[in-house]
């Protein structure tokens, strides 16, 4: 069965601080890894890593894909309050096409 | 763009009606749609998957008679909870994938957080 796990389940940090985000998935025909934040409602696209070892980079955020070891990480760094929210990483199956979801990490910036 | 729109955003209703919750792809068409439940601090759980002109595939544990959906064209689904009860008190949330693009990315709506009394 597929699964996706996502460590840690939640994270508080003050303003300034870098921090990683883990991501280890089981998915078969697996071709992309999507990064995801929710803060109230809608999840809002971050990162869609499909090779190994390019890393992506978004102002503060970047992310980086191991095909081989299995698992993503979701850099951010000089945190700021407005970067608390739900980090979800997701895998994608292209058989089923179906997305894996993890339980997300829930984050916390202090001031 | 890749603006999906979620109505209603909240929806109060009584124990046994039914509750409509429409997903629209504003800029673009979506060849398939995903509905998704999420409970308090969980993550996204599909409940099924949305095909335009077919009949949805359903998450085993998902009554199909109880969630209905229908994907009438390549920019509208609707989720229907019929005969409302408590226990389906819950966040919904639909997502669409671009019928334009190769790619993965998910598109989110703004969700649907339903209230049974």
């Known amino acids: 069965e597929d699964k996706v796990v996502q460590s840690p389940l939640s994270l508080v940090v003050h303003e300034g601080d870098t921090v990683t985000l883990n991501c280890s998935y089981e998915?078969?025909?697996?071709?992309?890894l999507l990064w995801y934040k929710q803060e109230k409602k809608a999840p809002t696209f971050l990162f869609m890593l499909?090779?190994?070892?390019i890393e992506k980079k978004s102002g503060r955020l970047s992310s980086i894909l191991d095909k081989k070891e299995l698992f993503s990480i979701l850099n951010i760094t000089a945190t700021q309050t407005g970067d608390s929210a739900v980090y979800l990483c997701?895998?994608?199956?292209?058989?089923?096409?179906?997305?894996?979801f993890g339980t997300g990490t829930r984050l916390k910036v202090l001031a | 763009g890749a603006v999906v729109s979620q109505h209603p955003s909240w929806v109060i209703c009584k124990s046994g009606t039914s509750v409509k919750i429409e997903c629209r792809s504003l800029?673009?068409?979506?060849?398939?749609m995903f509905w998704y439940r999420q409970f308090p601090k969980q993550s996204l759980m599909l409940m099924a998957t949305?095909?335009?002109?077919?009949?949805?595939?359903?998450e085993q544990g998902v009554e199909k008679d109880k969630f209905l959906i229908n994907h009438a064209s390549l920019t509208l689904s609707t989720l229907t909870v019929t005969s409302a009860h408590p226990e389906d008190s819950s966040f919904y949330i639909c997502?669409?994938?671009?019928?334009?693009?190769?790619?993965?990315?998910?598109?989110f709506g703004s969700g649907t957080q339903l209230s049974v009394l």
């Open positions: 997502s669409a994938k671009r019928r334009d693009s190769s790619n993965e990315k998910l598109f």
């Open positions: 998915v078969t025909n697996f071709r992309s």
């Open positions: 499909t090779s190994s070892g």
């Open positions: 997701a895998g994608f199956n292209s058989g089923t096409y179906k997305y894996i």
């Open positions: 800029d673009f068409q979506a060849t398939t």
């Open positions: 949305s095909n335009e002109g077919s009949k949805a595939t359903y």
